[in-house]
């Protein structure tokens, strides 16, 4: 039996409360989901209040989810490492959409 491919990262988090810089806000915003059943798609839009970031250090990464996906690891230091305990989400009412839909 193949094992899996994961993803793993190891990080010493800080208690230093971090402002999130407008792309950190962009790339970790939940924007809704998108669920394909029986050759039809569906979006269902999300809600939650705004993440809490933390600065940590990056200890170690399992790149191996990475490279199963055809991508190349990065080559450079990470430009920014970040942690989140989470946060509540709601999703609203799923929404069929037409065929053919294209999500950003």
Sequence with gaps: MDARPAGHVWLDV???VA???PLHELLTRRWGLHERLVKCTYYMPSAHPVWTFRRCDLLGWDASLIAAAGLTPP???LASVLYAPGVPV???PS???PPGHRTH
Aim: proline share 7%; aromatic share 6%; charged share 40%.
């Design 95 to 97: 929404v069929r959409l």
């Design 75 to 77: 080559r450079t230091e």
């Design 14 to 16: 800080g208690d230093e």
């Design 19 to 21: 402002t999130p810089l």
């Design 90 to 92: 709601r999703f609203g």
